[in-house]
Nanobody, 127 residues
Framework: QVQLVESGGGLVQVGDSLRLSCAASGLAFGKSAMGWFRQPAGSERESEREFVAAISKYSDTIYYADSVKGRFSISRDNANNTVFLQMNSLKPEDTAVYSC????????????????WGRGTQVTVSS
């Protein structure tokens, strides 16, 4: 059974940094591309999932949403089955529930291209 558990969220001020982690189990993590998405708290609509970043299985291909490019950095540790999202210069519009997911096929920036979603971790940026 695939399980993804996110951690590292919290309440921060504008300009602060956070590092999110996503611990994976039950899958061949080193053979799986991974992605981070975010959506408003309380929302369960796939259409409201906003792409944040994605990383290929060997970290040789990385994608970012334009809204986070230059501020966020995705990385992974295949030895420990974990993918990270370093978030710097946080803004109020970054407030959301951040979830990781396993890419299955299709475009990296589409939620429908992913499966096995984690439950997410809340990030709140206060001004």
């Amino acid at each position: 059974q695939v399980q993804l558990v996110e951690s590292g969220g919290g309440l921060v001020q504008v300009g602060d940094s956070l590092r999110l982690s996503c611990a994976a189990s039950g899958l061949a993590f080193g053979k799986s591309a991974m992605g981070w998405f975010r959506q408003p708290a309380g929302s369960e609509r796939e259409s409201e999932r906003e792409f944040v970043a994605a990383i290929s299985k060997y970290s040789d291909t990385i994608y970012y949403a334009d809204s986070v490019k230059g501020r966020f950095s995705i990385s992974r540790d295949n030895a420990n089955n974990t993918v990270f999202l370093q978030m710097n210069s946080l803004k109020p519009e970054d407030t959301a529930v951040y979830s990781c997911a396993v890419w299955k096929s299709g475009d990296y920036d589409r939620a429908r291209s992913y499966e096995h979603w984690g439950r997410g971790t809340q990030v709140t940026v206060s001004s």
